[in-house]
């Protein structure tokens, strides 16, 4: 990125936690230019994104490490409103002639726009905010050696081998987002946050066979320093699925038919993500998202009405639990952590959808939620999930209250196999691992399994909660949307979860 004049308002790292603090009198003056020559323009509103994204990747696999990669994006989004349109420019130069131009080629855009906008974007009126947010952390990851990450990986790698699995890969992901925002209505915003994913696989074979098992890491991403990284026992959970693999080989292949179905935590998030967080978006219900990942079996007038499950799903949105991957201080448009406050589902009824800035109108409401981002300061911010999560029982429950009345049903732990249909409605759903459940025990291990179902149905079918106590956060990296395609992080938290009448399906080739 081409520095203004003679240096840049942007650090080249996220050590110091804030690096805009270094030349913030140089990037609200960036911003009063681009943003008085917007209105001077004729736009209504503009906004103005400033902002570096680092990433790292370490990828290791049997003996070696097989990759190290670091990089870091900077660079600007220019957005206005001009009669209605929205008109979008980024770019990674930063200095003031790049900004002038970035105002004229988003006006210019807007104006395109008008020929085939079928309905104004209206906004809500928006208060000026004038804020910092510094996500709490421990050890900064990037401030870490290389060497020290090679080495956790490669011991996770030999202790799943030293357990039972004759493969296995192991990863590190980081990344790190500073922003600063600024928009005509006078806010200005700075923000910085990290997060990290460890990963592993660990693979068994049967070599008389051919038959293989795998086992995936169930240690989610969280948005957190190497201090999490280091404490969460990669090492232990690596030995732990290398029997676990093991073990699978010899496991007894699922029976098809219709079980209670128990679901962990490491398994839910994935389901609630897709068929609830995918499903309550907006912009996909109004069709913008058709062509990329499908609309939504979901229409507006079902806000208040739709019976989505049983009583026992309230899913609630918020962008404030600590660790959480979707967790800022504001999003994308300025909207602070409290609009993102709300009840997707209540009691089993559809209470609100996810929006950002422009879309509330759309379906007669008066106000957005706090869903917006982008993945790079020079991508168009677009509706994305907050943290999106179950809540668990009020009343005590642990998991042995759970399954104790289910005669014939099957527990599952881990993310696996996914599909959705296009409008979120048919799914199925696989797992690392599936354990029978008889008489109200937790059983023997089982393999090839998956669950089937229709969302609805499916969440019309919970009968059960664990309380708060066995409450866990999982989520990713990358949930991907929109064309480009931009990648948001978030979390999604449950207790483990009781479903009756679930069809399961037996997934081996020869079954």
């Given amino acids: 990125m081409a520095a203004a004049a003679t240096h840049s308002p942007l650090d080249s790292s996220c050590r110091s936690r804030s690096a805009f603090a270094l030349d913030r009198a140089l990037l609200y003056d960036l911003a009063d230019l681009a943003l008085t020559a917007a209105r001077q323009s004729g736009a209504d509103y503009a906004d ?43 770019a990674r130069r930063l200095d003031p002639l790049s900004l002038r131009n970035g105002v004229e080629r988003a006006l210019e855009n807007a104006r395109a726009v008008k020929r085939i906008q079928f309905q104004p974007i209206e906004l809500e009126r928006l208060p000026a905010r004038e804020a910092e947010w510094i996500m709490p952390m421990g050890v900064d990851p990037f401030d870490v050696p290389p060497g020290e990450k090679a080495d956790l990986l490669l011991s996770i790698i030999a202790s799943a081998r030293d357990h039972g699995a004759d493969f296995c ?17 006078g806010s200005r915003i700075h923000q910085t946050r990290t997060r990290v994913a460890p990963n592993f696989q660990a693979t068994a074979i049967d070599r008389a066979s051919g038959r293989f098992a795998t086992r995936d890491c169930l240690t989610p991403a969280r948005g957190a320093g190497w201090d999490y990284v280091v404490g969460a026992g990669l090492i232990e959970e690596a030995a732990q699925a290398g029997e676990q693999a093991r073990a699978k080989l010899d496991a007894k292949t699922v029976t098809p038919g219709d079980y209670d179905v128990v679901i962990d935590p490491t398994n839910l998030w994935l389901t609630i993500h897709e068929t609830v967080g995918h499903s309550t978006e907006l912009d996909r219900v109004l069709g913008w998202e058709a062509n990329f990942a499908g609309t939504s079996f979901i229409k507006p007038h079902m806000l208040n009405e739709l019976r989505f499950g049983s009583k ?177 992080p978030v979390s999604h938290g449950s207790p483990p979860a009781l479903f009756r009448n679930v069809r399961v399906l037996n997934t081996s080739d020869d079954a």
């Fill in 48 to 90: 103005l994104r400033i902002g570096e994204t680092r990433r790292e990747y370490a990828f290791a696999k049997d003996d070696r490490l097989e990759s190290f990669d670091e990089r870091a994006s900077q660079g600007f989004g220019l957005r206005v409103l001009l009669d209605g349109c929205w008109g979008f420019y980024g």
């Fill in 312 to 488: 026992l799903m309230t899913i609630v949105a918020d962008r404030a639990q600590p660790g959480a991957l979707a967790t800022i201080g504001y999003d994308d448009d300025g909207a602070p952590a409290e609009a993102a406050e709300f009840c997707i589902v209540e009691e089993g009824v559809f209470k609100n959808f996810q929006m950002a800035l422009g879309q509330a109108h759309l379906i007669g409401l008066s106000h957005s939620n706090g869903c917006a981002y982008a993945d790079s300061p020079t991508t168009f911010p677009i509706q994305r999930m907050p943290n999106i999560s179950l809540k668990p029982n009020p009343q005590k429950c642990a998991f042995n209250d759970l399954i104790s009345d289910v005669e014939n049903g099957i527990y599952v732990v881990g993310a696996g196999s996914w599909s959705i249909d296009q409008q979120r409605d048919n799914f199925q759903f696989g797992g690392q691992l599936f354990y029978e459940i008889k008489n109200g025990k937790l059983g023997a291990l089982l393999r090839d399994g998956a669950y089937q179902g229709r969302t609805t149905q499916f969440w019309n079918s919970l009968s059960g909660l664990c309380d708060a106590s066995a409450y866990h956060l999982d989520g990713t990296f990358t949930c991907g949307k929109a064309e480009p395609v931009q990648l948001a």
């Fill in 169 to 185: 890969s192991a990863s590190l992901s980081a990344a790190c987002e500073e922003r600063f925002f600024a928009n005509s209505l």
